[in-house]
């Protein structure tokens, strides 16, 4: 039954006829590849229906006539789903070739002929598509694509014979070099870069730790520099240390003395303009009779100098230099005047370090030291009754000059009291342990004026000999003098004052006296002519008497 429906071939369901209007089909025509091969199965519809071309429908007597609906989109060229019919028997579309598109004016390879350069046909209707619904014989021109470079290689073939619809083929082949050997270069490129990572590390790590040594010796990579105080005009006050060295080194020389047996280095001080220098006996005597004496002055000159006179009892000698101008002499003070804790200063050449500047101050007055003693007979023993200080005083120090805060001359350095028996284990002198002692300036001023004047100098005696060996307190008279002499000098001091052999001697001037040689230094204190006041016991009563003090040359 017809029941008023069209017959013949379904319309597309975009021509299909509004509701309320009836549209007349046309019949399909076959396509070329339709007619070179028609089978049921591959039988396709390929035509579609024009609209603009179509009849107009006669309207229908109960339906009043209506302009056709313009289609809601385009019309598929290729009938694909889901604007074209169902997928199965759907035309398959042409293929557009990955090929680029040659530059203007390159020829087309002969596959190419007849196509756009990108694979599309260019004739007016390529064979198995279809027509353009609007316009018969249109033909689709694809988009302009960038310039791109001529090609250079012939393209694969292979491009030209697939069809991703068709049955699998042989697989594809990405034309170029072999992929093992691209791996390589990379691997080597890898390994390049490695090596090249390793050895800049190894020469970041060189450098860095160059630059921190240095940073850290250095302290920096800039230079620095420490503030620091101008120069000043470099004067001091005269009665400090440096203005008191400043002050006496020009008058303090060094002295080197050579012998036929032995040498030694000492210290002295000029006395006058004429040449004169003071300075120990101990110093000057390994010179003996034909030594040699070399004087050397605080500026570096040097000069000859010969004995003028020495005496051992006293540790003192002169010396003289001749043919010198511009000597300096060192001022005297007074001793008499010192006072323990007056401060002082020491100068001289300790163990031969000439100009060597000491200080400290005045620890005691009236020591009684004796020095000497090397020959054993008693010769060269001298009695001094000394300044203690503890100015550091060492070997080589002997004959310098210790003076005040004026710069004047209290004492010469003669002794020094060592922490052992007074010599190392090689033979040599200890050093200072802060007991030194000075022979008192009034007593070397003294001597060194009888050493000028006539060569040699006088000690004050009482002229008696005494009992080295008592060790009772006090100073005993002895029995008998030497070679078989009285232990008592007639007609000398202290005959006529009532002194006898036994008598203990405990007193000089008030002064108590605990041996012999306390006594000798007391005396020696003195010169010839003093009249002194002696205090002494005899078959155990305490005696008092007074005495002038007579004369004896030293040697």
């Known amino acids: 039954m017809e029941d008023g429906k069209p017959t013949g071939p379904k319309a597309k369901w975009w021509s299909r006829p509004a509701p309320g209007r009836t549209t007349r089909t046309a019949p399909e025509e076959p396509s070329p590849a339709q007619d070179t091969a028609p089978t049921a199965d ?69 596959q190419y002929a007849g196509t756009n350069g990108a694979g599309i046909p260019t004739g007016p209707t390529a064979p198995g598509a279809p027509a353009h619904p609007a316009a018969p014989g249109f033909t689709p021109t694809p988009p302009p694509s960038p310039p791109q470079q ?256 004026d710069a004047h001359v209290i004492g010469i350095n003669s002794a020094i009291r060592a922490a052992d028996s007074g010599s190392s284990a090689e033979g040599g002198q200890a050093g200072s342990i802060g007991l030194g002692f000075a022979i008192p300036i009034n007593q070397g001023k003294r001597v060194a004026e009888e050493l000028i004047n006539t060569g040699k100098a006088t000690h004050p005696v009482i002229g008696v000999t005494l009992d080295m060996k008592y060790t009772g307190d006090g100073a005993k008279v002895g029995t008998e003098g030497a070679a078989g002499k009285p232990a008592v000098t007639p007609d000398g001091p202290g005959a006529k004052a009532g002194i006898r052999s036994g008598d203990i001697i405990t007193e000089v001037d008030g002064q108590r006296v605990h041996s012999g040689e306390e006594l000798i230094v007391k005396i020696r204190a003195h010169r010839p002519g003093d009249r002194l006041d002696l205090g002494l016991t005899r078959g155990g009563k305490d005696l008092s008497i007074s005495l002038t003090l007579g004369s004896a040359t030293g040697t």
């Open 42 to 110: 591959t039988t396709r519809e390929t035509a579609v229906t024009d609209m603009t071309d179509a009849p107009t429908p006669e309207p229908m007597a109960s339906v009043p006539a209506a302009r056709p609906a313009a289609p809601l989109h385009q019309p598929d060229e290729y009938s694909t789903p889901p604007y074209g019919g169902p997928g199965p028997w759907a035309p398959a579309p042409p293929v557009q070739r990955p090929v680029p598109t040659p530059a203007h004016g390159t020829p087309v390879p002969p």
């Open 150 to 405: 001529p090609q250079t290689q012939p393209q694969s073939t292979q491009w030209l014979q697939y069809d991703p619809w068709g049955a699998p083929r042989r697989p594809l082949t990405n034309p170029g070099p072999p992929l093992g050997a691209d791996t390589g270069r990379k691997k080597n490129r890898r390994g390049s870069l490695l090596i090249g990572a390793v050895l800049l590390a190894l020469v970041a790590g060189g450098i860095g730790g160059g630059i921190g040594a240095y940073i850290e010796r250095n302290g920096g990579l800039t230079q620095v520099e420490l503030p620091q105080a101008g120069r000043n005009s470099g004067g001091r006050a005269p009665d400090s240390v440096a203005g008191i060295a400043a002050s006496a080194l020009p008058s303090v020389v060094t002295l080197h003395v050579s012998g036929t047996t032995e040498s030694g280095t000492g210290t002295g001080f000029v006395l006058d303009n004429s040449g004169h220098i003071l300075t120990n006996n101990h110093v000057v005597a390994p010179a003996g009779s034909s030594g040699e004496i070399t004087v050397t002055f605080s500026g570096g000159e040097t000069a000859r100098a010969e004995i003028v006179g020495k005496d051992s009892g006293y540790d003192l000698a002169v010396v003289k230099v001749t043919g010198v101008s511009g000597l300096k002499p060192l001022p005297l003070g007074n001793s008499d005047n010192v006072r323990v804790g007056d401060p002082v200063v020491a100068i001289g050449a300790p163990f031969d370090l000439s100009n060597t500047v000491t200080s400290g101050i005045i620890s005691a007055k009236d020591r009684p030291i004796t020095a000497g003693g090397e020959k054993g007979d008693g010769s060269d023993v001298s009695y001094v009754d000394a300044l203690q200080t503890d100015a550091p005083i060492n070997p080589g120090n002997s004959g310098g000059p210790l003076v005040d805060t």
